[in-house]
């Protein structure tokens, strides 16, 4: 059986069908009606029966079926809908849950390219709508007075979308007060039924309609409950903790050990960039399989005189690394140290460390 980030192909199919019904059950919008029907004309599921091995998997999932992006604009409403089923609301459907981890087991909402294609963005707005319209419910007016939790809720989103998106104070000037008047304006115009003015509204700042979405999901409480669901993620990111060279003291060079100077600066960067690049070099093999990315994130730590490289990729590329550059320490998302596999002794210079 053909395996996909070490999903087995029939799982797979199964996570899709399954969705895919719920999607048509939710009947969200138009747009994505038809993109559905679009989606399943191209025989998606035939596809997938027809990779008879983990070559021609990976290929139908890296994006000929269209599989990718049709979770990946719809990830919204799956994931409120699993977030409400994990709080265990009368009326919600328990199956939501599943059907959002079976998704997450294989990255399905992980993208398959680069950039969005434009027959996707109605989808992708009535998506937004759609969680939009479910967050306000959730809400009303005396949410956002101080020390409600739900203001403190909406703060805390407001602060983190700056730091993410710093470009939202570029498109949003006065970016608190714009939130700050906006939500409780919506949350009443909802209760009244005139969500078209909503739309409107939001037609005049269109890039602020996610970071809408975004605070007001935030607002409502069920990130807490989406984070009780159990998710298998298959790629995550790993840490990479690279010892400096130490002192030279025979030869007097004080190798890259904290000198202040510009010229050590210097090197110092350079052996950043060079541990980043040794790295991907070693997940090299791993990305034409889907089990890695070419996505980095580096840091000098001058208190611990170490580098620390983040990368993306799922466990077996992640132990592939720690087996290889053996004097790199590599932690999990939790902070578990990857052991190297046996092969002979460890450098004297490798200390595992939880």
Known sequence: MPTYRGVDREQIKQSVTNAVARLRELDIGEATREM???WESGNPLQQLDMAEDDERLLAVLMNISGTRDLFMN????LRYNAAVAARGEP???EKDKKIFQDLIAW?????????QKEEWLAVADEARQYVLKKCLDRLDPDDCEPGRPAYEAFQAAVESLKKENPLIEKHLPKTDIWFRDSVPLYINLHSFGEDRKIAELLDQYPEAAGFLVNALYKMTGLPEDEAKLPLSHPIRFYKAVVPFPATDAASGSAAFNGAADEKRATERAVFVREAAETILRELAPFFPVDQATGKTIIADD???NECVVMFLGTRAAAQSVADSLRNYRIYDHTGA????APKGPLPPSFQPQS
């Open 91 to 93: 009326d919600a459907a």
């Open 36 to 38: 559905l029907d679009v």
């Open 107 to 115: 990255g399905a909402f992980v993208p398959g390219a680069p950039g």
């Open 74 to 77: 719809l990830v919204s409403v």
């Open 302 to 304: 001058a208190e611990k």
């Open 337 to 340: 140290q990857l052991m190297p």
